[in-house]
């Protein structure tokens, strides 16, 4: 008996095979450049946050689930104040406002404010990883957050990360709110 269903199987195997029609692979794109792959993930967790900011209601901006950490509001302008830190360290000057938590509310107060200086943010990112190419990247800078030297895509990678962390974070805030995160939502 299992003989007459290992021939069975076989049988269907070829059956399949011959029926369907065989199709050409085409080769992989080439790999972009480095700074061109950076732009990529620069612009996909640039534009989640920013989709986040112009979706949540202005009246939870003040959320935040428990009391020891950041309302809404301070999570996406805590981004857009460090994206401006790492572009600062990177360009060698000052470009974009990076106050405190205090002080970054006094002058964006509103939504409209936060949204506005959250997409600036992601903007000067853009144009500077952009005109910078491939040898910026390699660029040594002094980080930010420690007495060393590192290559200019360590302080890339570094806040990308670090804002993908807060995207985590403010999801988990849509969730609270009964609401579904962009990114989440079904496609039409």
Known sequence: MPK????????????????????????????????????????????????????????KYNFKAQKDERTFGDNLLHIAAAYYVMINVIKGSTVGYTGNDDSLWKKYPVKTDIVKYLKQSVADGFDLIKAQGDSGLMREVKYPWANQMVHASFCWWTILWHAGDHYGQLAVYYRLNGMIPPASRPRK
């Open 4 to 59: 007459i269903i290992f021939a069975a199987y076989v049988a269907l195997l070829i059956t399949c095979a011959s029926a369907q029609e065989i199709k050409p692979v085409d080769p992989p794109k080439p790999a972009m450049n480095s700074y061109q792959e950076l732009l990529y993930w620069w612009n996909d967790i640039g534009g989640r946050v920013i989709a986040m900011a112009e979706d949540f209601p202005e009246d």
